[in-house]
C-alpha cells in the first residue's frame, strides 16, 4: 500500500526500467530512427536532438518508455507493442479503448479511482470508478491478462466472474480498498483461476453472501504464494483452509481474517513453516475452547518453528497474554503491524526491544509516547512508521504527542515516512524531526484537533511545517494540520520542490496560501485540500499547471462555480466536477467539492444521474459539451514544457515535434475541427 | 408514491433544520453522504445541528470546537469499524455496508446445489421475463456440469408455474418481507419488486409445498 512514485506522466504508463539505459541508448537510436524512418528524413538531426535532451532531462527513471516513445512513429509503434505493465493513476483520465488500441501486449493492469478523500465519506457513494468498462474492454483485447491491481475501484462479482472466465492465464488479483463485491465473486476466481497465484484483498469491503469461498479453490496442488483476507467480514470454513494451505507449498504470505482463532492459527503454523509473511487473525481464544481443562498448545514453539516470517500483522482481537508467543519470530522481523490491537505499553515494551531489525512499524497510538521512546530505543533500522488513533474523534484524550514524535526523530534516523496521528504538538519536535531524519520523503502529521496551535507556544505550526520542506530536501509526499497561516504555505512553495501529493485541511489564511503552492511546487500531481479559505483567485492562479497534474480536491472551500465554468472553458482537457453543490437559490454560487482532473477522453458517461450535480455544471452533466472543444493537443509534450521555462527561440520547438505521430493525429483532428494551428 | 421522501438531497435526516448559509466555508456544514454511510457521525451532529449552523457563518478559521465533523479526523472507515468491539458492531457493519445486506436493491440469489450466491438488482428489470433470462446467463456459468444452461427452463413464465411444480426441473422461489417463501411469477411484477428480499432456486420436487400457497394467492386476485 505505499504510495506509487509515478512521475508526472501519469497518462503515460510506466514500467520499472532503468534510468542508465534509455538515457545511454537513445542518441544511438535515435539515429538509427532518422536513417530507417522516412517521416523523419526531413528532420535536421541537431534539431531533434536538442528537444530529446530538453524532454530528457526532466523525466525520472520510471517514465524511460515514455520518453522512449515519443522519439518517433517507430519508436512510439514499438514501445507500445511491448510494453507488458500498464500503470493508469486515474482511471477516468482515458478510456478503456485508448488503453487497448494503443498498447497490444498488455499483461498487468495497476488501476486506481477514487480520489483519497473517499476514504473519508467526502463522495457520493456511487460516485463512480467502476471496473465493469475496464474488464469487458480487456476481456476482448487482453485473453493472455496476468494481474489486476486495482485501489479505490467498484468491483461487482460479474466482474470479478468476467475475470474468471476471460483469462486463462490470470495469476494475480490485488484488491486495495476496493467494494461492490462479495465473497461470491471471490469465490469465482477461486474455482476458475487455475493459475492463480496472488489473492490479496486488503482493506476493501467484502459482502458476506455466506459462500464457502475457501472450498471452491480445486483440488489439487495450488500456485498460491500470497492470499490476504484480513478484510473479509465472515467466517471461513477452517478445515478447507487447512487443506488449501496444505496443498499450496509455494505460499509465502497468509494474512488471516478475524475469523481464525488462535488455537487455528497454531495449527495452521505448524503446517506451514515456510510463511514469510503473516497476518495472524484474531490471535484470540473462542469462548468455547475448552483450554481450561486440556493442555494448551505451545503458542511459541509453533512461532519458533517459522523461523521465514519477517512480516507480523493480524492482532485483530488480542488476547494480550498470549503476546509473548511471538518472541520467537521478532528478532526477523522487518514489518510489524499492531495497528488493531489495543496494546499497553507495558505490553508493547518487552516485544519491541526484541525487534532490532524493524523497518516497518504500524501501531495504535494506545503505546503512548512511552512505547514510542522504546521503538527509538530499539529500531534503528526503522524507515516506515505510522501511529493511528485508538479513538479517532477530534476531542479524545491522545496518548501521544511531540514527546514520542522527539525520540523517535533521535532514534531513527533512518526514518524514511512517518503518519502520526496525536493531539498535541510542538513546533520544536517537528523541527528536530526536520534535522534528525533528512531520508524523509513521507511527512503527515494529523493533529486531531483543528486549527490547534503548538501546545507549548501557543503559535501556529508554520515553523514546523516549514523546516520540513526546508531541511527534508527527499521530501515528495506532505499532510499538514494543526493551526497554520499563509506562512506555512509560503515555505511550501519556496521550499517543496519535490513534493508530489499535499493534503490540506482547515489551515491558510487566504488565496495567497494556495498561490504560493501552485506557483511554487513544480512537481505537484495531487492536491486535496478541504475546508480551507481558498477561492477564485486561488484557483485561476493555477492553471498553468492543471494539466500537469493528476486531480485537484478542493471541498468546502471558497469556490464559486462561475470561476469553475471559467477553468473548464480555459482547459478543454480537463474534467471539472463540481460535486455536491445546491439547488438552493441562496447557495447557487457555492461550490462544495470540485474536483478536477485532466483527460484525454473527456467528461465521463458513467456520473451519478441524481442531481447532485448540477445541470449547468460545465462538466459531466453537460452530455454534449459543444462549448467545451475538444482541441486535443499532444498532452505529453505540453506537460513537459508548461511547467518549464520558455523554450529559448519561441515556438520552434513545438514545429519541431509536429512530425511525431502523436502530434500529427492532434493536429488532424483539431484541423478537422476548425482550428488553423496547433501550439500551446 | 411520495417520490419527495425518496429524494436524494443534502439536508440532515430531520430535513426540515437544514439551514443554508451564504458563507463559502461549510465547516459544521457537512450533510448529506455522512447520513448514507456513516450513521456514527449522522447522529452526533443531528443532535448538534442547529447550533453548528449558527456558530459557523461569520468565522471560517474558528469553527465550533465541539461539532463531529465529516470525514474528520482522517481515518478510513474501514479502520473505524474494524477497532469497534466486533461483538457489538452489527450496526457499524451494516452501516459501512460489510455485512450481510451489502448493496442497496440487490437481492442475493442462490441455487440448490450450487456452490455460490449471486445478486441481482431487481430493479434493473422490468419483467418476469427480463429476470428469467439474467438469471439463467447467470446461472449457467457455474461449474457444475449438471447444471450447465439445459438445466434452467424458462421457468419465469407465469402461466408455467404449475406445469414445472410436477417435473424434477427447477423452479424458482422468492422470500417475502414477510419471511415467506413463495413461488415466483405469482404476482404483478411491480409488486414482486418490492417484497422480494431473496431468490432461490429450488428442484421442482421440492417445491410441492409452496403450491397451496400460490394457488391461494391466485384465487384471491381472480
Known sequence: ?680 | MNLKETELSLGLPGGAQAVETPTKSSVGNKRGFSETVDLKFSLHSNKQGPVEEKILLKDPAKPPTKAQVVGWPPVRNYRKNVMAQPKSSEGEEASSGGGGGGIVGFVKVSMDGAPYLRKVDLKMYKSYKDLSDALTKMLSSFTMGSYGAQGMINFMNESKVMDLLNSSEYVPSYEDKDGDWMLVGDVPWPMFIESCKRLRIMKGSEAIGLAPRAMEKCKNRS
Not at chain 1, 76 to 98: D, H, M
Not at chain 1, 478 to 491: E, H, I, K, N, W
Not at chain 1, 649 to 671: F, H, P, W
Open chain 1, 1 to 680: 500500500m505505499s504510495e506509487d512514485e509515478s512521475p508526472p506522466l501519469d497518462l503515460r504508463p510506466e514500467p520499472p526500467c532503468s534510468s542508465s539505459s534509455a538515457v545511454d541508448s537513445t542518441p544511438n537510436k535515435s539515429r538509427n530512427c532518422i536513417s530507417s524512418s522516412t517521416a523523419s528524413q526531413t528532420f535536421p538531426d541537431h534539431v531533434l536532438e536538442n528537444v530529446l535532451e530538453n524532454v530528457l532531462q526532466f523525466l525520472d527513471s520510471r517514465c524511460d518508455r515514455n520518453a522512449a516513445s515519443l522519439v518517433c512513429k517507430l519508436w512510439w509503434k514499438v514501445e507500445a507493442l511491448t510494453r507488458s505493465e500498464v500503470f493508469i493513476g486515474n482511471c477516468y483520465a482515458l478510456s478503456p479503448a485508448r488503453l487497448t488500441q494503443r498498447f497490444k501486449r498488455v499483461k498487468s493492469l495497476v488501476l486506481k479511482g477514487k480520489p483519497r478523500f473517499a476514504d473519508f465519506n467526502l463522495m457520493p457513494p456511487d460516485w463512480g470508478a467502476n471496473f465493469a468498462p475496464w474488464v469487458s474492454t480487456m476481456a476482448k483485447a487482453y485473453p493472455w491478462l496476468e494481474k489486476v491491481d486495482l485501489k479505490r475501484i467498484f468491483v461487482t462479482d460479474d466482474d470479478l466472474a468476467l475475470v474468471a472466465e476471460s483469462f486463462p492465464g490470470f495469476k494475480e488479483l490485488i484488491l486495495v480498498c476496493c467494494e461492490g463485491f462479495g465473497t461470491s465473486g471471490i469465490a469465482i476466481v477461486a474455482n476458475k483461476c487455475r493459475k492463480l497465484k496472488v489473492l490479496d484483498l486488503i482493506e476493501s469491503e467484502v459482502t458476506d453472501d455466506e459462500v464457502d469461498w475457501i472450498s471452491c479453490f480445486p483440488e489439487d496442488v495450488t500456485c498460491l504464494e500470497s492470499l490476504a483476507f484480513d478484510c473479509v467480514e465472515a467466517p471461513i470454513n477452517f478445515k478447507a483452509l487447512e487443506g488449501l494451505v496444505g496443498r499450496s507449498p509455494f505460499l509465502k504470505k497468509l494474512r488471516l481474517n478475524r475469523f481464525v482463532s488462535l488455537e487455528e492459527l497454531h495449527r495452521l503454523l505448524l503446517g506451514a513453516p515456510q510463511l514469510t509473511s503473516l497476518g495472524t487473525g484474531s490471535f484470540s481464544h473462542d469462548n468455547e475452547a475448552h483450554h481450561q481443562s486440556e493442555q494448551e498448545p505451545d503458542y511459541a514453539a509453533a512461532f519458533l518453528a517459522c523461523k521465514s516470517v519477517v512480516c507480523l500483522s493480524g492482532f485483530r482481537e488480542l488476547m494480550p497474554e498470549y503476546l509473548p508467543a511471538i518472541f520467537p519470530v521478532c528478532a526477523n522481523l522487518t514489518s510489524l503491524n499492531f495497528s488493531y490491537a489495543n496494546i499497553s505499553p507495558d505490553m508493547f515494551k518487552p516485544i519491541i526491544h526484541k525487534c532490532h531489525k524493524l523497518q516497518v512499524f504500524w501501531a495504535l497510538d494506545s503505546i503512548c509516547d512511552e512505547g514510542l521512546q522504546a521503538v527509538a530505543a530499539t529500531c534503528k533500522e526503522l524507515r516506515e512508521l505510522r501511529i493511528f488513533p485508538f479513538d479517532p474523534r477530534e476531542d479524545s484524550e491522545g496518548p501521544v504527542s511531540e514527546l514520542g514524535l522527539q525520540a523517535i526523530s533521535e532514534g531513527c534516523r533512518k526514518l524514511e515516512s512517518i503518519l502520526y496521528f496525536c493531539q498535541r504538538m510542538t513546533n520544536a519536535a517537528v523541527i528536530a524531526m526536520s534535522e534528525n531524519c533528512p531520508e524523509l520523503t513521507v511527512f503527515r502529521l494529523c493533529i486531531m484537533g483543528r486549527h490547534r496551535p503548538d501546545h507549548v507556544t501557543g503559535k501556529p505550526m508554520d515553523e514546523g511545517f516549514g523546516a520540513i520542506v526546508k531541511n527534508c530536501k527527499k521530501l515528495t509526499r506532505l499532510a499538514v494540520s494543526g493551526l497554520l497561516t499563509d506562512q506555512a504555505f509560503r515555505y511550501m512553495g519556496e521550499y517543496g520542490k519535490l513534493i508530489r501529493t499535499l493534503s490540506v485541511a482547515f489551515a491558510g489564511d487566504s488565496d495567497m496560501a494556495l498561490r504560493h503552492v501552485l506557483e511554487g511546487c513544480p512537481r505537484l500531481q495531487k492536491l486535496e485540500i478541504r475546508d480551507s479559505p481558498f477561492g477564485d483567485v486561488a484557483l485561476r492562479s493555477g492553471m498553468h499547471r492543471y494539466y500537469n497534474m493528476r486531480f485537484v480536491w478542493m471541498s468546502a472551500c471558497s469556490l464559486s462555480k462561475g470561476c469553475c465554468k471559467d477553468v473548464a472553458r480555459a482547459m478543454p482537457n480537463l474534467v471539472v466536477e463540481v460535486i455536491g453543490s445546491d439547488d438552493d437559490d441562496d447557495n447557487r454560487d457555492y461550490v462544495e467539492t470540485l474536483y478536477m482532473y485532466r483527460s484525454l477522453d473527456g467528461p465521463r458517461k458513467d456520473a451519478p444521474k441524481f442531481p447532485l450535480l448540477r445541470e449547468k455544471a460545465p462538466c459531466i452533466s453537460d452530455r454534449s459539451c459543444s462549448e467545451v472543444e475538444q482541441a486535443w493537443v499532444c498532452l505529453q509534450y505540453q506537460r513537459r514544457y508548461s511547467s518549464l521555462e520558455p523554450l529559448r527561440g519561441g515556438t520552434g520547438g513545438v514545429k519541431a515535434i509536429s512530425n511525431y505521430g502523436l502530434v500529427l493525429e492532434g493536429m488532424r483532428r483539431a484541423k478537422a475541427r476548425g482550428f488553423s494551428d496547433v501550439s500551446h
